[in-house]
């Protein structure tokens, strides 16, 4: 009797350390992502110009036990047969769903009266929306200074929600907005809708800040490649750093959460706080973009292959928080000015920079 209660004694402390450990390393996180370049207006109001990448909007839950679910199923195949990760509990990182939409629109939101809209029209970007469920699966090395992350987004192009929206703004004068109401969505990409879909894989690596038994830290430097197929087949090539009161664990994470539609990482460790500056460059290689050139559904106002720029530049500057409340519960608030270069060459004056703000809000426990 004295024997089968130790064994019993000692499976209860084996089963009960090992849920232990997963409530430890187990951390759930839901927020909210909103770009939008109105918010430049507060910085010069000629920022402002409610162009190019006009707003997006995105719903985020993370959770790791998600990652064993069937829904992540083919992320865990697409880690296995291709990079070779074999799952076990401890290897995924984060889990995380996206519930989010993007709007895209040229310099002339259209205007009925103007004789010269054909020629703007044409040698501009084209209205795009884009609605998408994203998923992505992260995976963290032994060493916690690599970080790989399997994204999908399946979602459809060419419905009405941007438009509706945008037109609801203009007509009714929201924030002050004065522009013309958008006279072009009837020329929009996939007019109508068409399913889409993005497969993305990211790594990152972590070159200076390691935590080396010390959590506290001040500055971290970051790189990452990233490749896309799908919507977007492209690759990428960037270089994160963060400077201020930080947590080490914390240091993958991607500021532009919307335009590059992969999600942010942060692993679970203690509920230290943090306050810090935070800034990045990607550069981008392009062979198709949907957004602009169109799918597989005639589009009167597509670009061509020859008219994409085939490399682009991204920048972000900001500052980041988190703030520990109780237990391991915590609030993250983020903001940064975003930049990107001339997506594609058309006439002269319609090639230009873009900009935007990010704001993200999460709320972890």
Known sequence: MKKHFLILFLMFFTVYGSLAQE?????HRAGIVVDQDYFL???????????NYTMGAGLIYQDKKLGRTWVFTPHRFLAKTIFGINLTDSSI??????????????????NLHDPVSEFKRRNDRP????????????FLDNSGN???????????IGLNVSKAVQTTIHRDHWFGNTADIPYGWEGQISKGGEPTLLLTGKKDWLLIGKSGGNDVGFFQLSTNAEVRLGYYISTGLGFNARLGLLDKKNWAMNTLPMANA????????KNLGEVYLMAGVKGNGW?????LMGQFRDSPYALSFKQLNKATLDWNLGFGTKIPTCGKHAIRLSAMAVGRSPEFNTVSEFNRWHSWVSLQAYYEW
Do not use: H, Q, W
């Open 287 to 291: 062979l198709y973009n949907a957004l």
């Open 41 to 51: 207006k507060f910085v010069k109001p000629s920022y402002a110009t409610d162009r």
């Open 127 to 138: 209205f795009s929306n884009l609605n998408f469920i994203g998923s992505s699966l992260g």
């Open 146 to 156: 690599e970080l790989l992350t399997i994204g999908i987004n399946i979602g459809a």
């Open 93 to 110: 990182n984060d889990a995380t769903i996206m519930l989010a939409n993007t709007t895209f629109t040229p310099e002339y939101l259209g």
């Open 262 to 269: 992969t999600k942010k990482f942060t692993r679970l460790n």
């Open 23 to 27: 409530t430890e390393r187990s951390l």
